[in-house]
């Protein structure tokens, strides 16, 4: 049951949502679909780059000033400068997708998962709020505001994500990561939040087609 929990939190790690939104926006049935696949290709790169590898990299050095313990950061504080570092990382991604002349849907869901880990940031000061949870949710929460925004049916892409939450919530329990409390705060903030500035924050159609 451990080896499971371990291969599912690793599979819906936080760092890895950005790109699953980012595929599952050019699924959706969204024009943005119809982009050509050398620019898909280079959104991959930039996301990947700037959310997941970046973030990573930096996690040894962390580990070497002492800034955390462990890779696993099992303390809210040990979360502190990995989380504030990525967010970082994270506004340059969005500045590299708006330099490369994408906007919309894409950008957008940049920036609302960026306002999102900064309120975790905030909650990590006191509190060690799931950030799995807050990925799996936020993701989520971007695919059901894609859909009200430009009325497209992802109604499955959003109950195969709760499925995926439901897993992942519930193997941080198995393996003492987190409380029942702090998965579903953390389900709470990534879908909230992330759904409210994706529908709030204006769009602007991109200019890569």
């Not at 760092?15 to 959104?43: T, Y």
């Not at 993701?139 to 709760?162: E, K, P, Q």
């Not at 995926?164 to 909230?192: D, E, I, K, N, W």
Request: charged letters at 10%.
């Amino acid at each position: 049951m451990r080896l499971l929990s371990k291969v599912v939190s690793v599979l819906f790690h936080p760092m890895l949502m950005p790109v699953l939104g980012v595929f599952l926006i050019f699924n959706s049935g969204h024009h943005v679909a119809f982009m050509p696949l050398e620019a898909k290709r280079v959104v991959y790169l930039m996301v990947g780059l700037t959310t997941c590898i970046l973030p990573l990299s930096l996690l040894p050095l962390l580990y070497q000033f002492g800034a955390i313990k462990s890779f696993q950061m099992e303390t809210a504080r040990e979360r502190l400068w990995p989380v504030l570092f990525t967010a970082l990382f994270y506004y340059m991604g969005y500045l590299l997708l708006k330099r490369m002349g994408l906007s919309g849907m894409l950008a957008t869901f940049m920036l609302s998962t960026l306002a999102t880990l900064l309120f975790a940031l905030a909650f990590t000061f006191f509190w060690k709020i799931s950030l799995h949870a807050i990925g799996i949710a936020g993701v989520a929460g971007a695919l059901a505001a894609l859909g009200l925004r430009y009325g497209l049916d992802v109604s499955h892409w959003v109950a195969l994500l709760v499925v995926a939450g439901g897993l992942t919530g519930s193997a941080r329990l198995a393996l003492g990561a987190h409380t029942p409390a702090q998965v579903y705060a953390g389900y709470a903030l990534g879908f909230l939040l992330v759904f409210f500035f994706a529908t709030a924050l204006p769009l602007t159609e991109s200019r890569v087609a």
